[in-house]
């Protein structure tokens, strides 16, 4: 089975860490979205925001975005945290692949996270309330995208690893077994 899925959740939810093991399980290349960006943009993301302003780092972030989507094969995307902020980015993640929702909640997040200094967006005089603020915005949007909702508060990267790869081959199993339309034509 090779596997194409892509993670989204909020900063410090484990998608780089997850990804990063998921991709070595399975075989195939890790892509780190917001590498992929750094690299296009010449700088750090935190610079890039700190000089052109969000709205500019999200045209970017699309544009990276559906061209890594282009990409033939199997892979494991490790998107950033806001990428599904833009209705055309979460379209182009669930015609991607299998997304999954790396959810954990703005506690969990804040105690991986709260010594990070390279998070543009929580360079704020209260970060908690920027994670809450953050994820009562997101958490909707992050649902909608995904196929599949990852609960990371504790168990360990290597048992959501697993976890994933049962869910990821339990759904494949279920698409080989479904039947084609009585039509004949492919949704």
Request: aromatic share 6%; with cysteine; charged share 25%.
């Amino acid at each position: 089975m090779q596997i194409r899925c892509a993670l989204v959740g909020m900063p410090g939810s484990g998608k780089s860490t997850i990804g990063r093991q998921l991709a070595h399980r399975a075989g195939v290349p890790f892509v780190d979205l917001d590498h992929r960006l750094e690299q296009t943009l010449g700088t750090t993301i935190r610079s890039f925001f700190e000089a052109e302003g969000e709205a500019r780092f999200r045209d970017v972030e699309s544009q990276v975005l559906a061209e890594v989507a282009q990409e033939p094969g199997g892979m494991v995307l490790s998107t950033g945290g806001g990428a599904v902020l833009r209705p055309a980015n979460r379209e182009v993640l669930r015609r991607f692949g299998n997304v999954l929702y790396l959810r954990a909640s703005p506690e969990e997040i804040y105690r991986r996270v709260k010594h990070d200094k390279t998070r543009p967006l929580l360079q704020v005089g209260n970060p908690m309330d920027k994670l809450r603020e953050l994820y009562a915005h997101r958490d909707g949007l992050y649902r909608e995208t995904a196929h599949f909702v990852i609960e990371t508060g504790r168990p360990t990267v290597h048992t959501l690893v697993n976890m994933i790869m049962m869910q990821l081959e339990m759904a494949a199993a279920s698409a080989r077994e479904s039947p084609p339309p009585a039509d004949g034509l492919l949704p």
